[in-house]
């Protein structure tokens, strides 16, 4: 093996294309799922840079078995994802513990069919962390296993069967309500929300912010600016999202977004309405991504401290392990507005 892999060697072992390599790293254009799988099982496998810290592979007998924790997902998070980050740090800090940190790919067939990934041992395993998994029924089998388990982020829950494990989340309702505010009180009384409200409980949090904010401001809450589609709904295509706008009663003055790639597809969208942004919509997203920072106008957005929201989920793993009675956590992490040029002179205070 080289000592440097590249996307070509990727894409030469699977018999792809440089191209279709590079689309599923950086979450752009269409490609199947099982394609992007396997481009990123490869990737981990060879050691690519990008993924150096992880490990697919079951272990071999040279390694304690009770020292792998386990990462199931439905989503290896991309470079521009906040728990890229997140999971790089995490590996760090439990590797001085004596950890190794092994990949399992939960597919749509697995939820479905309420099985566990192939490869994966729970007689192997001391340990989960549970990133991009918002099914609860799935969520509860995994926690019926009775290991110790952190979700970084999570399904909306049925208060009534709460998950047996500990949940870290970066704050969204604050962040999102201290928002709205600031635009209620800069007259804009007008303001949609975009995205998925129950895909995921950060999601939620988010919309709730947003919605209460409303309520508390004596402004009468309605839909009727909002786009609430299913997140299977294909948000990443302008044109859909352009149709989407236009079958509204009444553009908002502001649109507040799930995440950045909502925003950034926001901003697209209206810009095929012949539109601009900010001077006929504001638009603010979250997660402070790369591509916030490159889109034109720049996104005004929420930043996730995601490497220390790593260290954080690490050592609240570690804890349970060594205390698996104590009282679950459900942790938020602060957040911070980052505001720029897309929701035009509103100044945003911290919340």
């Known amino acids: 093996m080289k000592s440097r892999v590249t996307a070509q060697d990727i894409a030469d072992q699977l018999g792809l294309s440089r191209n279709t390599v590079s689309k599923a790293f950086n979450g752009t254009g269409s490609i199947s799922d099982e394609t992007k799988d396997r481009i990123l099982n ?12 992880m490990d697919s592979k079951p272990l071999n007998d040279q390694i304690p078995i009770s020292k792998e924790i386990a990462l199931l997902t439905c ?17 760090a800090v439990i590797s001085k513990s004596g950890y190794r940190l092994a990949m399992y790919m939960v597919r749509e067939d697995d939820i479905a069919a309420m099985n566990f990934p192939i490869n994966f041992s729970p007689n192997t395993t001391s340990g989960l962390i549970c990133m991009e998994m918002f099914s609860e029924s799935y969520n509860q089998l995994i ?44 007259n804009y009384k007008k303001i949609g929300f975009l995205g998925d409200k129950n895909h995921c409980l950060s999601f939620h949090e988010r919309w709730l912010g947003y919605r209460n904010a409303l309520i508390d401001y ?41 995440n950045d790639y909502q925003a950034i597809n926001a901003i697209r969208a209206i810009k095929r309405l012949g539109l601009s942004v900010p001077e006929d919509i ?38 349970r392990i060594e205390a698996p009675e ?5 942790i938020h992490i602060q957040t911070q507005i980052k505001k720029r040029s897309s929701s035009g002179n509103i100044h945003f205070s911290e919340q």
Not at 42 to 53: D, M, N, T, V
Not at 162 to 183: F, G, H, Q
Not at 296 to 318: D, Y
Request: aromatic fraction near 10%; glycine fraction near 4%.
């Open 42 to 53: 490869k990737a981990i496998e060879l050691g690519y840079r990008q993924y150096a810290y």
């Open 75 to 91: 989503n290896m998070p991309s470079p521009s994802h906040f728990g890229f980050h997140l999971l790089s740090t995490f590996e």
């Open 143 to 186: 926690c019926n296993l009775g290991l110790p388990t952190l979700f970084v982020d999570t399904c909306v829950m049925n208060p009534k069967s709460p998950l047996k494990a500990d949940i870290l989340l970066m704050e969204s309702y604050n962040s999102v309500y201290s928002i709205t505010k600031t635009l209620i009180d800069n």
């Open 218 to 258: 004596d402004l009468s809450y309605g839909e009727e600016f909002c786009i609430l589609d299913k997140d299977s709904a294909p948000y990443s295509d302008s044109n859909w999202l352009s149709i989407r706008m236009k079958d509204l009663q009444q553009l908002p003055q502001a649109f507040i977004c799930s």
């Open 282 to 319: 504001l638009i603010v997203g979250f997660d402070d991504s790369p591509e916030s920072k490159i889109i034109e106008p720049h996104l005004t957005t929420v930043h996730i401290p995601n490497k220390e929201m790593g260290e954080i989920a690490a050592n609240q793993l570690l804890s």
């Open 326 to 330: 104590s009282p679950f956590y459900t």
